[in-house]
């Protein structure tokens, strides 16, 4: 059968039911949300006279728990609107409504009697073959489904979700041995494809995947860091972005996820795999147990391993507790030689590599940590998955790992880590040493671009499934048709480059501006189309602002001339190539990125896009042809009978007040992306190959290049006066400081195209002039100098 989400009901709308519930709405199906009856009102609703029988009262567990999660940040929800497709209601009352729902996920208490009541009171109003599944993520999924029916059996699963729904990529499908197949493969598909996830097939073991390992993972830097004496900052230090793990490092990530919960996972680890030889690791340190037994419990209870307080002259500051005396005090900066020495290193491959041959305390901390790991896993299968790569893409998607495991132990050599484990009277699985004997010396391989895994089973390597629907430009070296220092750009097959460059956070400097023209004149001779994407955290976040600062601190007005001039030629010639070209972004989108993005032919972007024109905050405004850009828009936009004044003010306001998408969908809101144009990826790893089948339709519909305009509507003295003013109000309001006022009229000024009488048509190339000309203005500004410096410094605005 051919089967389709059209509406969805989510069973309990505790943290993670409301969020799944903004998932779902975020990816446009429509969602019923439910809860329990509140035993009685409460103080608020009593002195209204309101009793249990009240729909307000009776509700009251639901809407306020999907009001809460709508207001926190981050937003679950991928646009603000998108909470009008979440309705409301209760076990008691509405359960007989997911007959009409396509799919029926339980988030309720973690408690199996519980559960099994809500699935007896499921299978009274679900309509065969629809889907059920439950978010567990410790309950054993086969034990929900005893003495339900066939059908019911069939369609159920575990679904597990990890917590923010939607910024974490993974899905963990779990099915029972009832569970048809045909249902299995749906979930694995609709989850990539449609919510943006990384689905992995789990086995039913406890804790599955992604916390049996991550867990694991926590529980040994426990363990080493006591034998090592390590402290709460040092250990943060070493297992944070260092190694490619997420900021939260270690101890920040048991608070954030709750402290009660990681020692949950821990002892439900111990109790129910009596079998895993690591399990003494699992036991709880007594320091955890001390933690815990105050109910310092993380971010749920205000303090855990971190505490937040006011400082002086109620600044926030931020307390580490002392393992030792058990009290909490200012943050110590971890001092380790190796650690400064490859903080330089850009690719992660190799600073990993360099940390773990050093020899220092860290050295020998990250030999220790890869030595339980590496062990760990390899016992781990087939255990919780036939496939290693499985466990990669769990820890990637799940735990935010930069590189899997698996990986991690390729980088550094089979051989060396089996050396590790053993050195640290350790073992590994017997097939690991198997492996090796049989002359294979890697996990991983790239053959034909696409990356191959190696199955126990079989003995061979097998392509990892499901790649045939990504291009990941790392698996595809062997085709770079040119190169500089910063970029590559590939060949994609079909008559379609891609232009790729590996900056500091892919900020865009001279030899990105190179890559860019030698892209476009090697599309327009060679190809049919381009793509501008690549695989980095991010897509970039803007110009190089350190050379900006350089050279506006050393009065390099005909340089900084000539590099904006070159920006502005970039953007141009993206804008007016001879091929389709289709930008990718991702992730931090910002100023400079968000001006290739607005003259490409069209955009595909993530879901997780953040994309705006920032330059306002250091002192500038647009240079690279955003200014102009937004101006041609709202000129486009002008319709009779519509306050042209108002139609530019939005688009002024969205530069002015340097407003940042939280998501590819909001940037449709903001003008930013073109509806019927420009289209968004649920999927990240999808984004290159949407984009590339984007290029391909441009091209086979009979691309030309388009026309530069000149018909651009200005509105002059009209509108500026009127912006003027409002700026003015500004900052007699003290809303804005006398600088931003500087600012806003400089941008006001190039968008109503300068001092003009009258309304008046002018080409792109009379704005870019003028956007070029304010731009070196405020390059000489000594505020321009103090936000710019400040921004280097610190990574954050300065309001001057």
Avoid at 74 to 79: E, V
Wanted: glycine residues 8%.
């Amino acid at each position: 059968m051919e089967r389709r989400i059209n509406k969805v009901a989510v069973l309990g709308s505790g943290v993670m039911g409301s969020r799944i519930a903004c998932l779902f709405a975020g990816a446009g199906v429509k969602v019923l949300l439910l809860d329990i009856v509140p035993k009685e009102p409460n103080d608020a609703e009593k002195a209204k006279g309101l009793t249990t029988e009240h729909p307000a009262v009776r509700n009251r567990i639901v809407n306020e728990a999907l009001q809460a999660a709508v207001k926190s940040n981050p937003s679950p929800l991928y646009t603000k609107a998108s909470a009008r497709l979440i309705s409301t209601g209760n076990f008691t009352d509405d359960m007989k409504s997911i007959a009409d729902c396509d799919w029926v996920i339980e988030v309720v208490v973690e408690n199996l009697d519980i559960k099994k009541k809500i699935f007896e009171q499921v299978e009274q109003f679900r309509k065969p073959g629809t889907l059920i599944t439950s978010n567990t993520s410790g309950i054993p999924i086969h034990l929900m489904a005893e003495g339900r029916s066939d059908d019911f059996k069939k369609h159920f699963c575990g679904t597990h979700f990890f917590n923010p729904p939607r910024y974490l990529r993974l899905l963990e499908i779990i099915p029972t041995p009832h569970t048809d197949a045909a249902v299995v493969d749906f979930l694995m598909h609709y989850g990539d494809l449609y919510l943006g996830k990384t689905t992995v097939l789990c086995k039913d073991t406890p804790a599955f995947i992604a916390n049996r390992v991550g867990v694991f993972s926590i529980m040994a830097i426990f363990h080493i860091m006591q034998e090592m004496e390590l402290g709460i900052d040092e250990v943060d230090a070493l297992t944070g972005p260092v190694i490619g793990r997420p900021k939260s490092a270690t101890f920040r990530t048991a608070d954030v996820v709750g402290i009660d919960t990681l020692v949950k996972v821990a002892k439900g680890v111990a109790d129910n795999a009596p079998n895993d030889e690591a399990k003494a690791i699992m036991g709880i340190p007594p320091f955890l147990q001390k933690v815990v037994e105050n109910n310092w419990l993380g971010d749920k209870t205000g303090q855990g391993f971190y505490k937040k307080t006011k400082g002086a002259g109620g600044s926030k500051e931020i307390l580490t507790l002392d393992l030792k005396t058990m009290e909490y005090g200012p943050k110590q900066k971890a001092k380790f030689a190796s650690i400064e020495a490859a903080k330089p290193i850009e690719d992660l491959k190799q600073r990993i590599k360099a940390l773990a041959q050093s020899t220092d305390k860290a050295g020998q901390f990250y030999q220790r940590f890869h030595a339980h790991l590496f062990s760990y896993i390899s016992h781990r299968i087939p255990e919780i998955a036939d496939d290693l790569y499985k466990v990669d893409d769990a820890m990637k998607a799940g735990f935010g790992w930069e590189i899997g495991a698996f990986e991690t132990w390729d980088l550094l050599g089979v051989e060396n880590g089996l050396k590790l484990i053993k050195d640290n009277k350790l073992t590994a699985a017997a097939w690991v040493e198997d492996m090796l004997a049989a002359g294979v010396k890697s996990f991983y391989k790239i053959e034909n671009n696409k990356k191959h895994y190696y199955d126990l089973a079989s003995k061979a390597y097998k392509p990892v499934p499901g790649e045939d629907n990504f291009i990941i430009l790392e698996n595809r070296s062997g085709n770079i048709v040119w190169k500089n220092s910063a970029c590559n750009l590939y060949d994609l097959g079909d008559g379609i480059l891609n232009l790729e460059w590996k900056t500091k956070m892919n900020t865009i400097g001279g030899e990105v501006l190179e890559g860019v023209h030698k892209s476009v004149d090697r599309a327009e001779k060679d190809f049919r189309g381009l793509v501008i994407g690549n695989d980095g955290a991010n897509f970039s976040a803007g110009a190089n602002v350190g050379m900006i600062f350089m050279l506006a601190a050393e009065q390099e007005f005909d340089e900084l001339d000539m590099a904006v001039r070159l920006f502005q030629k970039s953007t141009m010639r993206l804008r007016y190539s001879s091929v389709p070209v289709v930008v990718a972004p991702h992730g931090l989108t910002l100023g400079g990125g968000c001006e290739m993005s607005l003259h490409a032919d069209a955009v595909q972007a993530a879901a997780e896009t953040y994309i705006g024109l920032v330059e306002l905050g250091v002192g500038l405004i647009p240079g690279g042809g955003g200014t102009k850009e937004m101006t041609l828009r709202a000129s486009d936009a002008y319709r009779e009978g519509l306050v042209e004044n108002v139609i530019l003010q939005d688009y002024y306001l969205t530069i002015a007040q340097a407003k940042v998408a939280t998501s590819g969908f909001e940037a449709y809101e903001m003008g930013i992306l073109r509806e019927g144009t420009d289209g968004v990826s649920m999927n990240p790893s999808r984004v290159i190959a949407d984009a590339k089948e984007k290029a391909l339709e441009l091209a086979e519909a009979g691309y030309t290049r388009p026309i530069e305009r000149t018909d651009i509507r200005v509105l002059g003295r009209s509108a500026l006066g009127a912006m003027l003013a409002g700026i003015n109000g500004m900052k007699f309001g003290n809303y804005i400081s006398e600088y931003d006022a500087k600012l806003a009229a400089k941008l006001a000024y190039v968008m109503c195209g300068g001092d003009l009488s009258e309304q008046t048509l002018v080409s792109e190339q009379y704005l870019l002039d003028l956007e070029r000309e304010a731009f070196l203005s405020l390059c000489g500004e000594r505020p321009t100098l103090e936000r710019l410096q400040h921004m280097l410094k610190t990574g954050k605005p300065l309001r001057n």
